[in-house]
């Protein structure tokens, strides 16, 4: 895979776009056994940082995941994506947010059949928009090619294999240009040498467009390379050395 750097715009300086202050989800707080998944979670994550989160089933770490991509909102505390408090926005806001500030990336690639790869990347811009412009398009095509897939981009899904859909569903998280990614399990579907590969080029992507990766994983190998690796225990977030 080529090293060539092809993001079209420089790395901002360093800032912490992703920022929680004494986060707590508590689900049924109104019943008689209240059940709290997340204690107090304070965390930032900067521009260009690739930060890995680890722990085990049922930890809070997928609770924290779906509150920073404003999917969920905390009980109490503040959680910030891009200096905006999530708390505060409404729903047409929350979308907005999800739209334009957010990426995502999850296990299972979610490509859809009946589009071809380029289709797919676009999708979110084709919903933000109603339709992508040319540069949309030519972005898109550019990203495809960082990854490789510039001979796949007018294939089905169907017709790439496990690594190459996983690259592309990477492709449709950043054609946004978000702040943020959250992966969660990105790797988790793929054999470990594919995993590997779709690894390292998230850690190239982070560095070259200066995006926060935040990525959920149970492969402590792949956490050991992250920037950061942080350890969601029993709904409290804390550094982790491996």
């Known amino acids: 895979m080529s090293k060539e750097l092809l993001?079209?715009?420089?790395?901002?300086?360093?800032?912490?776009?992703?920022?929680?202050?004494?986060?707590?989800?508590?689900?049924?707080?109104?019943?008689?056994?209240?059940v709290t998944v997340l204690k107090g979670v304070n965390m930032e994550a900067q521009a260009g940082e690739f930060v890995a989160i680890i722990g085990q089933s049922g930890s809070g770490k997928s609770t924290l995941l779906n509150i920073l991509g404003a999917l969920d909102v905390p009980t109490t505390g503040?959680?910030?994506?891009?200096?905006?408090?999530?708390?505060?926005?409404?729903?047409?806001?929350?979308?907005?947010?999800?739209?334009?500030t957010i990426g995502?990336?999850?296990?299972?690639?979610?490509?859809?059949?009946?589009?071809t790869c380029l289709e797919n990347v676009l999708m979110p811009v084709t919903i933000a928009k109603g339709a992508p412009t040319r540069d949309d398009t030519e972005y898109a095509k550019m990203l495809l090619g960082r990854v490789g897939l510039t001979d796949q981009m007018h294939k089905p899904p169907g017709q790439l294999s496990g690594g190459q859909q996983?690259?592309?569903?990477?492709?449709?998280?950043?054609?946004?240009?978000?702040?943020?990614?959250?992966?969660?399990?990105?790797?988790?579907?793929?054999?470990?040498?594919s995993g590997a590969d779709v690894f390292v080029?998230?850690?190239e992507?982070?560095?070259?467009?200066?995006?926060?990766?935040?990525?959920?994983?149970?492969?402590?190998?792949?956490a050991k390379a992250a920037d950061r690796v942080l350890?969601?225990?029993d709904g409290y977030l804390t550094e982790a050395r491996l």
């Open 205 to 222: 992507i982070a560095k070259e467009t200066g995006v926060a990766f935040l990525m959920v994983t149970h492969d402590d190998r792949l």
């Open 231 to 233: 350890r969601m225990e």
């Open 104 to 115: 995502f990336i999850f296990q299972f690639h979610h490509l859809l059949d009946e589009f």
């Open 7 to 34: 993001i079209p715009f420089p790395v901002p300086p360093k800032a912490a776009v992703v920022r929680t202050e004494n986060l707590v989800k508590t689900y049924g707080a109104n019943t008689a056994n209240p």
């Open 78 to 100: 503040a959680a910030y994506i891009a200096g905006t408090n999530i708390a505060a926005l409404d729903g047409d806001g929350l979308a907005r947010l999800r739209g334009t």
């Open 201 to 203: 080029l998230l850690r």
């Open 166 to 193: 996983q690259r592309g569903a990477i492709v449709r998280a950043l054609v946004n240009r978000p702040k943020v990614v959250l992966a969660d399990e990105p790797t988790g579907n793929l054999d470990s040498r």
